[in-house]
C-alpha cells in the first residue's frame, strides 16, 4: 500500500468533491458544490493512486487575547469507506502538518468528531461553549437599559467592534473578515439586534413557531448593562416560546449571575487546537521572561521537538538543561491559555526545575476563556 497527498488543485478538485460528498453527504450529488472559501485550500490522500481521504484548511487569525496567532482550519476530515482504517486519514492529518508549516502557519484548530483520534496528532482541546437552554418562564425579569434596534445582514460588519473587542478580551475566536461575517450568517440570514448606540452587545436568532425553541446564532457583548439587555431582549421574545436557547464562553455571565432550576448548561462545540510552527506560535509571548528554556516532544512534527530557548526570538540550541518540559499538546494549551502552567505542573504535565519557573511560564502565558465563535 502507498499512500500520497496532494493538493487538490483544478486537476483532483473532482476526487476531492467525490469524497467530501460521499461521506457527507452519502452520496456525489448532481447539486452544485460549495466552492473554496477564501484562504481554503483542499488536500486529497491517494491510496495506491486511488482517492482515499480528504480535508480542507482554511488560513484565518485567531486572537489570544491581544495577541495575533495565524492558523490553519482544518474541516471535513472524510474517507471513503472502503479505505476506512487503513491508514489514510492519519496519513493525510499527518502530511497536512508539514503543509501547514510550509504556509507559515503558527497554530491549527478544528472541531473533533472523536477527541482521541486527533489527540494522535498533537491536537489538544482547547475552548468549548456553554450551551444555556432556559425554560421561557426561568428567563429573568430584569431592564437592561439599552435601546435595541434591528441591523440588516448587509450592515453586520457595523457589529465588529463588539465582536472584535469580545474576542480580543479571550483566546481562540477569528478575527474576522467581511468574508467570514458573511460565511457565519448564511445564506439565509437570521434576525440580528444590536443594543446601545454605539452596540454594547448583539445577537441574532432563529425565532421557531409558537411554542418552540428560539435559537439564538451568536451573541457577544462589551459591558454587563450590554449583556443584561440581551437578557430583557431574550426575555420578551420568550412570550411566545417554550424555550430560548444560546451559547456563552465560560467566562459568560449568565452562569455565575442568573442560573436558576429548570436551566440546562452542557458542554458545546469543544475545540482542539495544535502548534504548527513552534517559534512562530510563541514569538508574540516574547517580552520579560527572556531566558527560559524549554525541552518540547513531537513525535509527529519533529521540527518542533527539541530544546528551545526563549529570547529576544525563539531560538533552537543543541545542548543545555530545560527549565520545563512538556508535550507539544501540553504547549498548545499554554499557548492558547486553556489551562494555567501552575495546574498542568500540579499534575506532572508540565515538567519544571523550580516553582519560580512555574511563576514564569504563568505570566509568559496567563490562562484565558478559550472560545472559538465561528465554525467551519
Ligand atoms: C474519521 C475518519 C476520517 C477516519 O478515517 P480512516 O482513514 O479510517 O482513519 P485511519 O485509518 O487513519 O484511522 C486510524 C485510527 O483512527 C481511529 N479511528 C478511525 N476511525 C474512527 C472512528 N470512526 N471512531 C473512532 N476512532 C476511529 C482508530 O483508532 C484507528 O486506528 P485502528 O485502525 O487501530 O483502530 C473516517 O472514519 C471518516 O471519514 N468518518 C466519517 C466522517 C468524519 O467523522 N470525519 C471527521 C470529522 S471531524
Not at 12 to 26: D, F, I, K, P, S
Request: hydrophobic residues 40%.
Amino acid at each position: 500500500m502507498s499512500f500520497e497527498t496532494r493538493e487538490a488543485g483544478q486537476d483532483l478538485a473532482l476526487a476531492w468533491r467525490g469524497v467530501v460528498e460521499t461521506v457527507y453527504r452519502n452520496r456525489p450529488s448532481d447539486e452544485p458544490f460549495e466552492p473554496a472559501r477564501e484562504g481554503e485550500k483542499r488536500y486529497l490522500t491517494l491510496l495506491d493512486g486511488r482517492p482515499a481521504s480528504a480535508c480542507s484548511v482554511t488560513r484565518t487569525t485567531v486572537a489570544r487575547n491581544d495577541k495575533d496567532l495565524s492558523c490553519g482550519c482544518v474541516a471535513v476530515v472524510a474517507t471513503l469507506p472502503e479505505h476506512r482504517r487503513t491508514g489514510a486519514a492519519s496519513r493525510l492529518m499527518t502530511d497536512v502538518l508539514g503543509t501547514m508549516r510550509d504556509e507559515g502557519l503558527a497554530i491549527s484548530a478544528l472541531y473533533a468528531f472523536r477527541e482521541p483520534f486527533y489527540r494522535k496528532f498533537g491536537y489538544a482541546t482547547c475552548g468549548w461553549r456553554w450551551q444555556i437552554k432556559c425554560p421561557a418562564h426561568r428567563l429573568p425579569r430584569i431592564d437592561g437599559g439599552l435601546p435595541v434596534r434591528q441591523v440588516s445582514a448587509k450592515d453586520s460588519p457595523s457589529l465588529d467592534p463588539v465582536y472584535t473587542s469580545f474576542a480580543r478580551a479571550r483566546s481562540g475566536s477569528f478575527m474576522r473578515t467581511e468574508a467570514d461575517w458573511k460565511d457565519r450568517l448564511g445564506k439565509r440570514p437570521p434576525s440580528i439586534y444590536a443594543f446601545g448606540e454605539p452596540a454594547e452587545a448583539y445577537l441574532w436568532v432563529n425565532l421557531s413557531d409558537f411554542w418552540g425553541e428560539a435559537v439564538v446564532g451568536e451573541v457577544a457583548w462589551t459591558s454587563s448593562r450590554g449583556h443584561a439587555s440581551v437578557l430583557t431582549f431574550l426575555s420578551g421574545i420568550a412570550a411566545s416560546q417554550s424555550t430560548v436557547t444560546w451559547c456563552e464562553p465560560r467566562d459568560g455571565l449568565f452562569v455565575p449571575h442568573y442560573l436558576d432550576q429548570g436551566i440546562s448548561v452542557a458542554l458545546h462545540r469543544p475545540t482542539m487546537f495544535r502548534l504548527i510552527d513552534l517559534p512562530l506560535s510563541l514569538a508574540p509571548f516574547l517580552g520579560e521572561e527572556k531566558g527560559l528554556v524549554l525541552r518540547v516532544s513531537d513525535q509527529l512534527a519533529p521540527w518542533n521537538q527539541g530544546l528551545w530557548r526563549l529570547g529576544d526570538s525563539v531560538e533552537r540550541i543543541t545542548e543545555g538543561d530545560p527549565d520545563a518540559e512538556m508535550g507539544i499538546d501540553v504547549l498548545a494549551q499554554l499557548v492558547l491559555g486553556e489551562c494555567s502552567a501552575w495546574q498542568l505542573a500540579s499534575v506532572g504535565l508540565l515538567k519544571a526545575t523550580s516553582p519560580a519557573v512555574v511563576e514564569r511560564l504563568g505570566r509568559l502565558f496567563p490562562q484565558s476563556s478559550v472560545v472559538c465563535m465561528d465554525f467551519f
